[in-house]
């Protein structure tokens, strides 16, 4: 199984980007989604995530910036950055997570898309 994220590429700041993730393996709706993010030397770190019953988080530096939904028809989920940094600059992955019984949790990954915002 893995997660296909698509949407990344070169902005300049002030800018926007749509991320997508996407899989034909699973069916996104019962699990919780996020973005993580990481720029090369440093840990990966979560941007935001939503969970199965439509709650949101994000990170602190994105709030306000960027807006995680879902499309259960089309079976993705979506990053929308608006007001890019080039501190947003990284390489962005989406994360599928599920814990359907105490005990079991099942996580996958994707593949990544690159994010490179110009000053």
């Known amino acids: 199984v893995q997660l296909q994220a698509s949407g990344g590429g070169l902005v300049q700041t002030g800018g926007s980007l749509k991320l997508s993730c996407t899989t034909p393996d699973l069916t996104l709706q019962y699990y919780s989604v996020g973005w993580f993010r990481q720029v090369p030397g440093k840990e990966r770190e979560g941007v935001s995530c939503i969970t199965s019953g439509g709650r949101t988080y994000y990170t602190d530096s994105v709030k306000g910036r960027f807006t995680i939904s879902r499309d259960n028809v089309k079976n993705m989920v979506y990053l929308q950055m608006n007001s890019l940094k080039p501190e947003d600059t990284a390489v962005y992955y989406c994360?599928?997570?599920?814990?359907?019984?105490?005990?079991?949790?099942?996580?996958?990954w994707g593949q990544g898309t690159l994010v490179t915002v110009s000053s």
């Open positions: 994360n599928a997570d599920i814990r359907p019984v105490v005990g079991i949790r099942r996580n996958y």
